[in-house]
């Protein structure tokens, strides 16, 4: 069976206040392609996350999750350590935008979630313990920029998984 092939990077990472929207602006990058392959499985729908996560796209790599945070039920185990990646993408966004009270709030909440992480064949090939250490040590002094993002992706330090 042939699997669909991953994306291109896009070419900015969503700032608030910074870069155009992805998908409400008429100038955003995903807004000709904002639906993922419909035929993806849910592992794909995870690397793809993480590719992005690993490369600084962390409001992109929100979206990806949360598309299949909501296929995995939302409350299931699975879900919920997807909603604590989901939250720790966040914290990549606000460490972006210089805020560190909302990176904090995002960290610690990826923290509680990712503290009772399900043990499953999904997340094979990313670590939820790295991601916890992530949260955690966000939680405590997050890696913010010393300038606001431009939109152009950066890994921050301690946020690749």
């Known amino acids: 069976m042939n699997q669909p092939s991953m994306p291109d990077l896009p070419p900015y990472t969503y700032v608030p ?12 990058h995903m807004r000709q392609d904002s639906d993922l392959p419909a035929d993806w499985t849910r592992e794909q729908y995870l690397k793809w996350g993480l590719e992005l996560f690993n490369t600084g796209y962390y409001w992109e790599s929100h979206e990806v999750w949360e598309h299949l945070w909501i296929e ?27 805020n560190s009270n909302g990176a904090r709030r995002h960290a610690a909440r990826s923290v509680e979630l990712l503290t009772s992480a399900c043990e499953s064949p999904l997340f094979a090939e990313l670590s939820l313990t790295r991601a916890h250490a992530a949260a955690t040590a966000a939680s405590q ?3 913010l920029l010393p300038t606001k993002s431009t939109g152009t992706p950066t890994i921050l330090a301690g946020f690749v998984l």
């Open 141 to 143: 002094s997050p890696p």
């Open 17 to 28: 206040g910074v870069t155009p929207h992805p998908i409400s602006d008429l100038a955003g």
């Open 72 to 98: 995995l039920g939302r409350t299931t185990p699975e879900a919920r350590a997807v909603q604590g990646m989901i939250k720790l993408a966040a914290c990549g966004v606000k460490c972006l935008e210089g």
